[in-house]
């Protein structure tokens, strides 16, 4: 069975919008060739189509998003999810959903560039340019 990554969306919208360097770009380049299993939630995708729709044109997000749909597994929020992110103690409730996302497909790693905002999580959480150092660059 292969390392279950879930990626923080955050992580697509640095990629997609060259945020960092081309770290995420890079961390999604190396992880197409390697046995991990990629999630990001559902509402991530809406989130990423509302984001990038103002820096692209319709068919390159409609390509983008096409993209990330095939090489990704949707997790489906659902009220379950819901309930568990606002009784969490976490103070970002969209990180809590993140979190409980990870938690329902029993991810063993969170890839994040919001760290802080997952104290509370018992999955190992890193950050893009920590998994680039610990993963690629060696």
């Known amino acids: 069975m292969s390392l279950r990554i879930y990626i923080d969306t955050n992580i697509y919208l640095n990629a997609i919008l060259n945020r960092d360097e081309g770290v995420s770009k890079e961390i999604f380049s190396f992880l197409a060739g390697v046995d991990v299993e990629l999630f990001l939630n559902d509402i991530s995708i809406i989130n990423i189509h509302y984001i990038i729709k103002k820096s692209f044109d319709r068919a390159d997000v409609i390509e983008e998003l096409k993209t990330i749909q095939k090489e990704n597994n ?35 790693l ?29």
């Open 74 to 108: 949707l997790v489906s929020v659902d009220e379950e999810i819901i309930e568990n992110s606002l009784d969490s103690e976490f103070k970002d409730f969209e990180d809590a959903v993140q979190f409980f996302c990870a938690k329902k497909i029993d991810a063993e």
């Open 110 to 138: 969170i890839i994040t560039d919001n760290i802080r905002d997952f104290k509370l999580s018992d999955i190992r959480v890193i950050s893009a340019k920590d998994f680039y150092r610990e993963y690629i660059a060696v």
